[in-house]
């Protein structure tokens, strides 16, 4: 028998949830963001959930190998681009799009001696307009583009782009500094281009370009601070779950848990679920992070420990060993989570350990389905 700790993956939502961002992104083309293992969710899930994205974005050679061995077709961009001279020989026979960001990338290709008969090579050039973390300066692309044009294993006008560095916060002055930056780079280049992650999508739409790289968005994990991704429109893709295996009396003063961090006020009711930290949810949440017990709002109580968690039936006389415990998803925002935790969504969903069990689903909450 398997542990109670499951994440149900509503594959309909992630479907929904990529109409809404081409409603939103308009003529722009969408690269789905599957990094991460799917943010967590699944690779291979997600992107059958997602097929009709126009790409993939992926952070690794070896996760393009895993989409085109599981059959998918679309096209698929290594982010991060490629490390050795290894890795050129297996981008051409995946049909992988590397994102070119560094002098040394320029100086493998140039090494290369692939032969005649070898297919060319797609490629995306990052720019630095502010991130300061891959790419090249603006001033740099003209070269860039020139060195790539005489590569005759590299398909001409390469797409080009850069990524925000605090999308999320709309006045930031530093993205409207950042789309100058841009638009002065390309403007003398006969190119695709892309610039807009989720955030940027949804405060500079203006800006979608010609496509759009999305990720967050596409699973229902908000990217903006105090709003949650229901508020935005999109639908929880994880809802990770488990159940009650007891609901024990405590006596007034005693403590429950490691280190005694919670002391019963009262004689009361404290309910038993099975999950903890071994499964990925975070240790560090204090008492008063909330839980779903069969559909009903309690607080957690006590330290968090690896198979474990505790929480204050008093609010829910009718809580019964065996009852449903949700810790985020539907009914429950993950990013509620993150911001007890300390962090983002994004960390929490890609945090899932091996032993949880992940199940599938198709419907919406409202019942509809997909797929």
Same mark, same amino acid.
């Given at each position: 028998m398997s542990r109670a700790a499951a994440a149900t993956i509503h594959l309909a939502a992630l479907t929904a949830n990529l109409a809404r961002v081409r409603a939103l992104a308009s003529r722009a083309k969408v690269m789905a963001v599957v990094k991460a293992d799917g943010y967590g969710h699944g690779l291979e899930r997600v992107a059958r959930a997602l097929a009709d994205a126009d790409a993939f974005g992926v952070a690794s050679p $070896?996760?393009? /190998?895993?989409?085109?061995?599981?059959?998918?077709? $679309?096209r698929i961009v290594v982010l991060s681009g490629f490390d050795e001279p290894g890795d050129l020989p297996e981008l051409r026979r995946?049909?992988?799009?590397?994102?070119?960001?560094?002098?040394? /990338?320029?100086?493998?290709?140039?090494?290369?001696?692939?032969?005649?008969?070898?297919?060319?090579?797609?490629?995306?050039?990052?720019?630095?307009?502010?991130?300061?973390?891959?790419?090249?300066d603006p001033e740099a692309l003209p070269g860039v583009v020139a060195r790539l044009a005489e590569l005759p294993q590299v398909e001409r006008a390469p797409i080009l782009m850069s990524h925000f560095a605090?999308?999320?916060?709309?006045?930031?002055?530093?993205?409207?500094? /950042?789309? $100058?930056r841009f638009d002065a780079a390309?403007?003398?280049?006969?190119?695709?281009?892309?610039?807009?992650n989720s955030a940027g999508l949804l405060h500079f739409p203006g800006h979608a370009a010609d496509w759009v790289r999305v990720g967050g968005l596409l699973y229902g994990i908000s990217v903006i601070e105090g709003r949650t991704g229901g508020e935005l429109g999109f639908h929880p893709a994880m809802?990770?779950?488990?159940?009650?295996?007891?609901?024990?009396?405590?006596?007034?003063?005693?403590s429950v848990g490691?280190?005694?961090?919670?002391?019963?006020?009262?004689?009361?009711?404290?309910?038993?679920?099975?999950?903890?930290?071994?499964?990925?949810?975070?240790?560090?949440?204090?008492?008063?992070?909330?839980?779903?017990?069969?559909?009903?709002?309690?607080?957690?109580?006590g330290r968090v420990s690896m198979d474990l968690v505790t929480v204050d039936l008093r609010g829910h006389p009718d809580a019964r060993v065996g009852d449903p415990v949700v810790l985020w998803g539907r009914g429950l925002p993950v990013e509620r989570i993150a911001a007890v935790a300390g962090t983002i969504g994004y960390e929490l969903t890609c945090g899932m350990t091996r032993r949880v069990a992940f199940v599938e689903d198709w419907t919406l909450p409202d019942g509809a389905g997909a797929g």
């Open positions: $070896q996760d393009g /190998q895993r989409l085109r061995a599981a059959g998918f077709r $679309q995946l049909a992988l799009e590397p994102v070119i960001h560094h002098d040394f /990338q320029l100086e493998l290709l140039e090494a290369e001696r692939p032969g005649p008969a070898a297919p060319r090579l797609r490629c995306w050039v990052e720019i630095d307009t502010g991130m300061h973390r891959l790419g090249f605090n999308s999320d916060v709309a006045d930031d002055p530093s993205n409207a500094r /950042q789309m $100058q390309v403007a003398a280049h006969d190119a695709e281009r892309s610039l807009a809802t990770l779950g488990t159940r009650l295996i007891a609901i024990n009396r405590v006596r007034a003063g005693e490691y280190a005694g961090t919670f002391a019963c006020p009262e004689d009361m009711p404290v309910g038993v679920a099975a999950i903890g930290y071994g499964d990925g949810y975070p240790r560090h949440v204090a008492s008063g992070t909330p839980v779903l017990v069969r559909g009903r709002e309690v607080p957690l109580i």
